[in-house]
């Protein structure tokens, strides 16, 4: 099952066209979010999957198009668009798109730590203590993987997920 969507991604992650324009990137951002919800888990199992979207960027609405409503690993996802701090907490992951350096620190302090996965799209991401960033390199599409607050947050990425990505180590995760 794991193949087709990795295949997937990376058709999309490796096609110059398709990235050339936004609406295709934000695509393939979506491809990516929906393949961490199969291979990730948490230490909570419930029958839904939040994923809170936080940020000025335009990923928001496209999330929600491609994702709510979603069935994944029996998980029905739902976008929570710019969810309030409480709603934060109750997320499973949290997308920060096109944040300022305040507000990504903002985000992190206020999930403090939960097991709530992290995603951004911004080189500084893992820096500020995220767990993944998606980033372009060139025409291409990269994931990269803070292993230790991945493990500080008792999350856990599958090998073949981690295979795919550059794993990102040094940086503490901000409490």
Not at 18 to 41: G, I, M, N, W
Not at 106 to 132: K, N, Q, Y
Not at 134 to 142: E, N, Y
Request: contains cysteine.
């Amino acid at each position: 099952m794991w193949v087709p969507v990795l295949a997937l991604v990376w058709f999309w992650a490796t096609s110059g066209e398709l990235l050339h324009a936004q609406q295709d990137e934000r695509a393939v951002r979506a491809a990516y979010v929906f393949s961490l919800t199969k291979y990730v888990s948490w230490p909570n199992t419930q029958s839904r999957l939040i994923i809170g979207v936080v940020g000025d960027g335009n990923i928001g609405p496209v999330l929600k198009q491609v994702l709510d409503g979603k069935t994944s690993d029996g998980k029905n996802i739902r976008i929570a668009i710019h969810p309030s701090e409480n709603e934060l907490r109750d997320c499973n992951m949290v997308y920060v798109t096109d944040p300022s350096p305040a507000e990504m620190r903002s985000v992190l302090h206020h999930i403090g730590g939960r097991p709530i996965l992290t995603v951004g799209e911004t080189d500084g991401f893992i820096r500020e203590g995220g767990m993944v960033a998606l980033v372009r390199s060139g025409d291409q599409m990269q994931i990269e993987v803070n292993l230790n607050s991945l493990r500080m947050r008792q999350l856990e990425m599958s090998s073949r997920l981690l295979r795919l990505a550059v794993i990102v180590s040094g940086y503490e995760a901000i409490p």
